[in-house]
């Protein structure tokens, strides 16, 4: 198809419908310089029972499709329509787009529902197309997404704009995307492309997904060197994104200089228990997912839901997170039930990082406000089984406001005695509310501490910096404040807490039980660490091991300094009372003896005589 233009074209059927052919199943078609737009403010399109587009119905061979434009559609399924798109309603063979434009674009359906292709089994390769002024309405079932739905081959998209496209759900659609609900094939790339102003409303009934990009990427999905800003999804979905919802992604690929950057990105979700929430991706089990170079300013996470994982870049999963920052934003659990078997995990970068395969390094949070209830909460991670070093937290406020919380200016909980190193937290605010140490069991307690690095430390952290921080525990039942680790793992000799090398300098620590200015409980082992001109208070338990840690309280408060020199002051007076006892017991000793002695001489003197 050559040379067409069309305006106002209408069609309708009860099988495969489309504006310039119904269903092919011949062999190959070529579409170019092709351009259809209408102005008509009803809908040009009423479609039938099973595929319908602007281009093509159904087609069982490939689309070449160069230089396709359309404009200004809208296009009105009936209640038992499905796969409605824009390009080709079902497509077996691959698809190749290019220099196309589709623009103005209204679609109010039923099921299944994509701008360009529903479902194409084969490849879809894009490049320098403009998607823009997309309104998809769905109000039944199916999946829904501004491009395309499934791709069952490979996909690449490069050096294309993606422009205020809003995509919404009032109905049952499981997986609700603003471009793509699924990528099943081996390779997928993003690449140098703007995608902005992207609305997705996951509404009704509960869904599994719901992304700015895409769904789900079962496999290799590589995102690199892309412009993304004010992404929205919002409703009742358990795994939400701004780019991918659940699976892996790849920020880099062959590339280690690629870079993305994300402006404005924010996500809520009402789903009841659960849910997964990063701006970059929301869950991802696979160990090969790589953050790398990627910029996040103005993110805005929240959720009232149960048990929710939430990061700044990452919710839950094993991805690596490297030369990454987060900036300017908010991210916020507003759950307010306490269940310690059940509890939300909160960090600006990594709400849950659930793996020991990858190291971690050169992470930034600025200007951000971490909180919860309870739980476990941190400036970079909630909870975290990976190792991570060159990491820095400034001007951020990580808050716990109810009791029941595990909280560190850096991690809430290390779960796997990993490595921590390097970390710096400046000019900011740790709070906790606390909780008294809880029985669970015979040989189990919780524990709710808080830290300036670590809230509770199972491994070693080490050349770790706290400045011009508060760390506070307001609970008057509080336990475990500390300037570096709130409470440590002292059960083993060979497997406890090192604190090694950390300085806490100016700053502020405050708390009721167990309050230290490295430790404030269970660290087994502190080296060459220094404490300056910090101020503690309400002190219950005073430090610990001070001349093996080499603890230089410079200008501490006077109390805890008149405490600890009456400590040693009733030391040495023990020490001098037992050596005094000693030498007396050495001087009545040897006079017994010298007594002894001459009792005796003199009982042989007296035997001689006689």
């Known amino acids: 198809v ?75 399924a009936g209640t038992t329509s499905t796969n409605i798109s824009g390009v080709a309603g079902i497509l077996s063979g691959n698809l190749e787009l290019k220099n196309s434009n589709f623009t103005n674009l209204k679609f109010d359906t039923t099921s299944n529902t994509a701008a360009i292709v529903n479902y194409n089994s084969g490849n879809l390769i894009a490049d320098k197309i403009n998607i823009k002024n997309i309104d998809i309405k769905n109000t039944q079932t199916g999946f829904v997404s501004g491009i395309a739905n499934t791709i069952g081959g490979s996909f690449r998209l490069s050096n294309s704009t993606m422009d205020n496209i809003k995509v919404e759900t009032n109905g049952s659609s499981i997986h609700v995307a603003g471009l793509i609900t699924h990528l099943n094939g081996s390779d997928n790339n993003i690449s140098n492309c703007k995608i902005s102003n992207i609305d997705v409303k996951a509404n009704g009934n509960s869904h599994d997904t719901a992304a700015g990009v895409v769904c789900i990427s079962n496999n290799s999905f590589v995102f690199a060197d892309n412009e993304v800003s004010d992404i929205k999804v919002s409703g009742n979905a358990a795994n939400v994104s701004g780019i991918v919802a659940c699976g892996r992604i790849d920020t880099v690929g062959t590339n280690s200089n690629s870079k993305t950057t994300l402006n404005n990105i924010t996500l809520t979700s009402d789903y009841s228990s659960g849910v997964s929430m990063g701006a970059v991706v929301g869950v991802s089990t696979d160990t090969n997912g790589k953050l790398q170079n990627v910029t996040a300013n103005n993110v805005k996470l929240s959720t009232n839901c149960i048990a929710p994982r939430i990061g700044g870049l990452v919710g839950c999963g094993n991805p690596s997170v490297n030369n990454c920052k987060v900036m300017n934003s908010n991210i916020e659990s507003t759950y307010d039930t306490y269940n310690q078997y059940s509890f939300p995990i909160l960090g600006g970068i990594y709400g849950n990082c659930s793996s020991s395969a990858n190291n971690h390094s050169n992470l930034t949070v600025e200007n951000t406000t971490i909180k919860s209830k309870f739980g476990y909460v941190g400036g970079v991670y909630g909870l975290s089984q990976a190792n991570v070093e060159k990491v820095n937290v400034t001007n951020c406020n990580v808050i716990a406001s109810s009791s029941g919380a595990t909280v560190g200016g850096i991690m809430g909980h290390d779960a796997y005695n990993l490595r921590i190193s390097e970390a710096q937290v400046s000019d900011s605010k740790i709070s906790n509310v606390g909780k008294a140490v809880t029985e669970i069991s015979e040989k189990t307690v919780a524990i709710y501490p808080t830290g300036g690095i670590v809230g509770f430390a199972r491994g070693l952290v080490k050349d770790c910096d706290v400045i011009r921080t508060t760390i506070e525990t307001t609970g008057a039942d509080s336990y475990a404040t500390g300037g570096i680790v709130g409470h440590g793992f002292n059960a083993s000799k060979t497997t406890h807490t090192v604190v090694q090398g950390c300085d ?106 006689e």
């Open 504 to 609: 806490v300098i100016d700053s502020t620590i405050t708390g009721s039980n167990a309050l230290g200015g490295i430790a404030g409980a269970a660290v087994a082992e502190i080296k060459d660490c220094t404490v300056q001109g910090t101020q503690t208070a309400s002190i219950n338990t005073v430090f610990a091991d001070k001349e093996e840690s080499k603890v230089i309280v410079n200008e501490a408060v006077p109390e805890v300094k008149e405490e600890v020199k009456a400590e040693v002051t009733e030391e040495a007076k023990a020490e001098v009372a037992e050596e005094a006892k000693a030498e007396v017991a050495e001087e009545a000793k040897a006079e017994v003896v010298e007594e002894a002695k001459a009792e005796v001489a003199e009982e042989a003197k007296a035997e001689v005589v």
């Open 2 to 76: 050559d040379g067409q233009n069309h305006n106002s074209t209408y069609a309708s059927g009860a099988g495969n419908v489309g504006a310039l052919m119904g269903a092919n199943r011949l062999g190959i078609i070529t579409i170019k310089n092709v351009n259809l737009k209408t102005t008509k403010e009803e809908p040009d399109f009423v479609f039938g029972t099973y595929a319908a587009s602007t281009g093509v119905g159904y087609s069982g061979y490939a689309l070449i499709i160069d230089n396709f434009n359309i404009d200004g559609y809208q296009y009105k």
